[in-house]
């Protein structure tokens, strides 16, 4: 799996009709910039209002996934983002002439291989993870479903179906790899049971279903009087029971078809979370509602654990984009007030800077000498000398000027930083650079923990 970001190549078009509204609509897929996520555009309506895939868009569940901004909504989601999560895209624009999308032939198939025509262009920033580091189990007793987390370097999902038709009984179905998606996963249908389908059509609220759309489970005997009155009822010359308990023209693509549909379902409404994950999920008797309740449930767990965990990876022992002689060229600080050792990464919007922690910094001497913890103070000096390199790198003769504090805001320190700890600062922009001002944010880390964060203003002056 890369761990860079996706868009598509080109843009691409699938059209079909709704199942529930029954109209006819175009869906375009086109390509979007890094960190945008999956945003569905209303292009029928005035002001081509957007609605974000993201699960606190979440309006309806009562029969597939539906989002909504406003009054703008789009029905019948799931299979479109199970396709886009499957293929591995992170960004992209969904423009769509109506308010529901193609249910196709009831899977992800002509979705997911109008995406592959389409094709794949990797971006500049790093995907978005939510890294599974320890189980978690989640469980809708209202429905008497279970979701379990446990960790793995790639995402993997398993799902067990139970009915109690004897025409599905207990299924299971599994993905090992998102790069069999497209071949084990997107090809299989939405099911439906018989006595629903007869109520939902008598009802007029599957004005688009029929029996190219769904497999239709028999959960029950029927004579051929009744097959007649069921042609009627869809609209159909004839219909049989092309494999058994199901009515079908084509018969089952899978042994295990709807369990692999239950899965594709549950993909699609993870993706909601709007991350990838690394992780294998377990999932038990698994529907839209419960799903969504999960990835409700997973949202403060992903921010926590991308706050503390979601940091890119340094190699400390690299050699340094400035080592210490480099930095006092740099900075007027000097011991026992220089408190960064290194530079190890930097861009026009962000550094990395390095300091270790030993028990001999004379700070130790008086502040707890027999509970040594560096000061928080000298821990937003640190961070500031670190903010320091980076605008001074924006000046000639860098040496000629000095950074002064102009406000520290948001300051939080989470735990002890003491001898024999490392601490990574990382600091980026909020706003431009602009008449010697410089307004970052920074977090400092002691391996994968964040030990303190805050917001920094300040001013470059002439000396």
């Known amino acids: 799996m890369s761990e860079k970001q996706f868009t598509i190549a080109n843009s691409c078009t699938v059209t079909g009709t709704g199942v529930h509204t029954g109209k006819q609509v175009s869906m375009t897929f086109l390509p979007a910039p890094e960190n945008t996520g999956y945003v569905f555009r209303r292009i029928d309506l005035e002001g081509r209002p957007e609605i974000p895939a993201i699960v606190e868009n979440v309006t309806d569940i009562s029969r597939g996934t539906t989002i909504s901004v406003g009054k703008a909504k789009v029905l019948t989601v799931e299979h479109t983002l199970a396709s886009l999560f499957g293929m591995g895209i992170d960004n992209v624009y969904i423009e769509m002439n109506g308010p529901e999308a193609p249910i196709m032939d009831g899977s992800a198939l002509a979705i997911t291989n109008a995406l592959l025509e389409a094709g ?15 189980p978690i189990h989640f469980c809708d007793e209202e429905k008497d479903v279970e979701f379990t987390f446990i960790p793995s370097e790639e995402f993997k999902i398993t799902v067990l179906v139970d009915y109690t038709s004897p025409v599905i009984g207990y299924q299971h179905a599994e993905l090992q790899n998102l790069a069999n998606f497209a071949s084990e996963i997107a090809p299989a249908r939405t099911f439906s049971f018989l006595h629903e389908i007869e109520s939902l059509l008598q009802s007029g ?3 688009g279903g029929d029996l190219e759309s769904a497999l239709v489970v028999v959960d029950r005997v ?6 007649e009155r069921l042609a009627t009822l869809f609209n159909k010359p004839k219909v049989e029971i092309k494999s058994t308990g199901f009515l079908s023209k084509s018969g089952l693509r899978f042994q295990n078809e709807p369990a692999r549909h239950k899965l594709l379902d549950v993909i699609g409404d993870l993706a909601l979370a709007g991350v990838r994950i690394k992780g294998e999920l377990i999932a038990r008797k698994p529907g839209h509602s419960s799903n969504i309740k999960l990835v409700k449930h997973l ?5 926590k654990e991308q706050s503390i965990y979601f940091t890119p990876k340094y190699d400390l022992n690299a050699t340094p984009l400035y080592d210490i002689n480099q930095i006092k060229k740099v900075l007027a600080h000097r011991q026992p007030f220089l408190l960064i050792d290194k530079i190890v990464e930097m861009s026009d919007k962000h550094v990395v800077g390095v300091k270790s922690v030993s028990g001999n910094e004379p700070f130790f001497a008086g502040h707890f000498p027999d509970e040594p913890v560096m000061p928080a103070v000298l821990q937003i000096e640190a961070m ?8 001074l790198s924006f000046v000639p003769d860098p040496e000629k000027y000095s950074t002064y504090f102009l406000k520290v805001e948001s300051a939080r320190f989470k735990a002890k930083v003491v ?15 602009r008449r010697g001002l410089c307004h970052m944010k920074g977090k400092a880390l002691v391996g994968e923990k964040i030990v303190m964060e805050s917001e920094l203003l300040a001013q470059v002056v002439k000396n």
């Open 419 to 433: 001898p024999g700890d490392t601490i990574v600062f990382i600091l980026e922009l909020i706003t431009p650079l």
């Open 384 to 391: 500031a000398q670190v903010g320091g390199i980076f605008v």
């Open 222 to 227: 029927i004579d051929e009087t009744e097959i």
């Open 205 to 207: 609220l599957i004005k």
């Open 299 to 303: 949202k403060p767990i992903i921010k």
């Open 120 to 134: 794949l262009t990797e971006q500049e920033a790093q995907s978005n993870y939510f890294r599974v580091l320890k």
